[in-house]
T-cell receptor
Framework: QKEVEQDPGPLSVPEGAIVSLNCTYS??????FMWYRQYSRKGPELLMY????GNKEDGRFTAQVDKSSKYISLFIRDSQPSDSATYLC??????????FGKGTRLSVIA | GAVVSQHPSRVICKSGTSVKIECRSL??????MFWYRQFPKQSLMLMAT?????????EQGVEKDKFLINHASLTLSTLTVTSAHPEDSSFYIC?????????????FGEGSWLTVV
């Protein structure tokens, strides 16, 4: 079993839809959870960062962590064509390299 | 958020030559930087962890004599691909960790496209 599992998609939604992206993990010692957005041929951009169970909201983005289920989610409200990208979940133990999911390719259709 | 800059963004070199890629943290001091390689439509593959003032820690299967990493200051790490070959052509990305007291988050550079001809 991989440490971090993420459905690679592709996921295609109409503009304005709510998008739900998810990752599961096996290592209960992970403490920090991040979501990155990566446009084609660019470096990943940090979207959300959290270290506790619960929800964290930033604009149209909400990150959710459920440590008991080892499950994290990213919700995108009112999705826009500009949100079309690959979304990577990542997590770490602290002073260790990030462990990434494979990334989910999202297309938002106008 | 914090800013990490990579240079060059694109480079073409001849087979057998060496090429250096720089990674700079512009507004914070990074004791730890990471170097990744990414093939098309694949996730990031960690190559090495670079700690300021000490030798880099390479992941299994990564040739340390081919991919030389230097982290000489708290704001600069370099990756030198030595004796490059066409199979080294790839997208190389660095990232830097913000100090724990400032969030412990990791920011990525824009990436460097290397083409070896």
């Amino acid at each position: 079993q991989k440490e971090v599992e993420q459905d690679p998609g592709p996921l295609s939604v109409p503009e304005g839809a709510i998008v739900s992206l998810n990752c599961t993990y096996s290592n209960s010692a992970f403490q920090y959870f991040m979501w990155y957005r990566q446009y084609s041929r660019k470096g990943p951009e940090l979207l959300m960062y959290t270290y506790s169970s619960g929800n964290k909201e930033d604009g149209r983005f909400t990150a959710q962590v459920d440590k008991s289920s080892k499950y994290i989610s990213l919700f995108i409200r009112d999705s826009q064509p500009s949100d079309s990208a690959t979304y990577l979940c990542a997590m770490s133990l602290g002073n260790t390299p990030l462990v990434f999911g494979k990334g989910t390719r999202l297309s938002v259709i106008a | 958020g914090a800013v990490v800059s990579q240079h060059p963004s694109r480079v073409i070199c001849k087979s057998g030559t060496s090429v250096k890629i720089e990674c700079r943290s512009l507004d914070f001091q990074a004791t730890t930087m990471f170097w990744y390689r990414q093939f098309p439509k694949q996730s990031l593959m960690l190559m090495a962890t670079s700690n300021e003032g000490s030798k880099a820690t390479y992941e299994q299967g990564v040739e340390k004599d081919k991919f030389l990493i230097n982290h000489a200051s708290l704001t600069l790490s370099t990756l030198t691909v030595t004796s490059a070959h066409p199979e080294d052509s790839s997208f190389y990305i660095c990232s830097a960790r913000v100090p724990a007291g400032a969030g412990n988050t990791i920011y990525f550079g824009e990436g460097s496209w290397l083409t070896v001809v």
